[in-house]
């Protein structure tokens, strides 16, 4: 995946009318971090609170205080604007730390209960998942989990697209430059992307393959 100062790359799904319908970050970071970071992203009236902490792996990431983002509102007071609710990964499953172990695999299961997801890296991609028979159940705990429930119904999610992309610097990648470990390398992030072609060399997707599984007939999850 891509890294390197100034870069944002995302794997996420969305679609129209925005936020209304929803969006799915599964895969999102922005400059050398190891730590990848999913998000659900919505209109007003859907929160994480009460999804038991030890249920995945990951950690909720602060919002403006130490108090957890767990509001996936994308005008949620006490959280950055369209922060949503976002939970870092563990370490090594983003960036350069990522592309240093061969990769991986990258899987998120959404049905009626939530969405759930999995970062497998190098050799430890499961085998039902590699032979194209998907079996989440068998998968172990997932990284991150956003559950569906009374505090945020399914209904917030509808229909999304999958959207693989990489930005240059934005909102995230250049609001954050300041206190980034590559404020040392360039005044700004747009100086520094316009300045140092050179440093991209390893900004871009190598992807073997996306692919979608809907439950069998007579199979609800």
């Known amino acids: 995946m891509p890294t390197g100062c100034g870069t944002w790359p995302a794997f996420w799904m969305y679609d129209s009318p925005w ?8 895969i999102e970071g922005v400059h050398d971090s ?11 009236g859907c929160s994480m609170d009460g999804v038991p902490e030890d249920s995945f792996q990951g950690q909720w990431n602060p919002g403006l205080t130490a108090q957890a983002a767990t ?17 870092g990964f563990p370490d090594g499953t983003f960036g350069a730390a990522w592309n240093e172990d061969g990769g991986g695999a990258y899987a998120a299961l959404w049905d009626e209960s939530g969405v759930q997801i999995w970062a497998f890296r190098g050799g430890c991609v499961p085998e039902d998942l590699r ?7 068998r998968w172990g705990m997932p990284a991150a989990r956003f559950s569906f429930g ?26 954050s430059w300041p206190w980034s470990g590559c404020l040392l390398r360039g005044v700004s992030c747009d100086a520094f992307v316009r ?18 599984y809907r439950p069998a007939p007579g199979v609800r999850n």
């Open 19 to 26: 936020p209304d319908m929803g969006e799915i970050d599964i």
């Open 34 to 44: 190891a730590v990848n970071s999913a998000a659900l992203h919505t209109g007003p």
């Open 71 to 87: 509001n996936c509102y994308v005008e949620a007071p006490g959280q950055s604007r369209n922060q949503g609710c976002s939970l």
């Open 131 to 137: 032979c194209g028979r998907p079996e989440p159940s």
């Open 150 to 175: 009374p505090r945020c119904g399914e209904g917030h999610f509808a229909s999304l697209r999958v959207v693989i992309n990489l930005t240059f610097c934005g909102d995230w990648a250049g609001v």
């Open 195 to 212: 300045g140092h072609p050179e440093a991209f060399a390893e900004a871009f997707w190598a992807v073997r393959a996306v692919q979608v």
